[in-house]
């Protein structure tokens, strides 16, 4: 097995393989491309983000500056909007339903490094992914951790830190990120 298709599948890899680096060199040169594009180059953007991203979503707006590992591990289910200095670290999938808008300076983790020192000075790492539900609004500056689930229109607060799963239909704050309400339909 590879080491991307050990990272696919969530187990330990090692990500400075030959094939993971030229994947992630890719990755970094189409984004600092898309950085560079100015406001009204749109069309520019989309085919863009449609080369690098797993699946860009209909019409989704990423704002610049956005940084990725990989791209292709992340998949809009729809309309996405993404704010300014979003980081996607995608060594798992990160999957985003319909009508989610994301705030600014939002990051996406999906890498975990072991806690053993010994193991972390190897290089290996594991990874798992991040999936958030459609309808779901994410304040700025909020980080997402590995492993995290999102329901569908949850409302995560400005600068929190999303530790464990948040179910559908919520207020979520805080560090770490805890319910502070039901949302009526």
Same mark, same amino acid.
């Given at each position: ?113 072991? !806690? ?33 689930? !999102? ?31 039901? !949302?009526?339909?």
């Amino acid at each position: 097995m590879s080491e991307k298709e050990k990272m696919i599948s969530g187990e330990i890899y090692q990500p400075f393989c030959e094939e993971l680096e030229t994947d992630r060199n890719r990755a970094k040169k189409l984004c600092m491309q898309y950085n560079r594009f100015f406001p009204e180059q749109k069309d520019e953007k989309r085919e863009l983000l449609i080369s690098l991203l797993g699946n860009y979503g209909k019409d989704s707006v990423i704002e610049p500056n956005f940084f990725c590992d990989y791209g292709y591990n992340i998949e809009f289910g729809g309309y996405v909007y993404v704010n300014h200095n979003s980081v996607f670290l995608d060594c798992a999938k990160i999957k985003i339903g319909d009508n989610t808008f994301i705030g600014p300076n939002c990051g996406f983790y999906t890498a975990i490094h072991p !806690i053993k020192a010994e193991e972390r000075n190897k290089g290996l790492e594991s990874a798992k992914p991040i999936t958030v539900g459609k309808n779901v609004w994410i304040g700025g500056g909020v980080t997402i951790l590995p492993g995290v689930t !999102i329901g569908d229109g949850a409302v995560i607060g400005a600068g929190s830190v999303v530790t464990k799963d948040i179910p559908a239909n919520v207020v979520a704050v805080g560090n770490p990120c805890k319910v502070i309400k039901e !949302i009526e339909q």
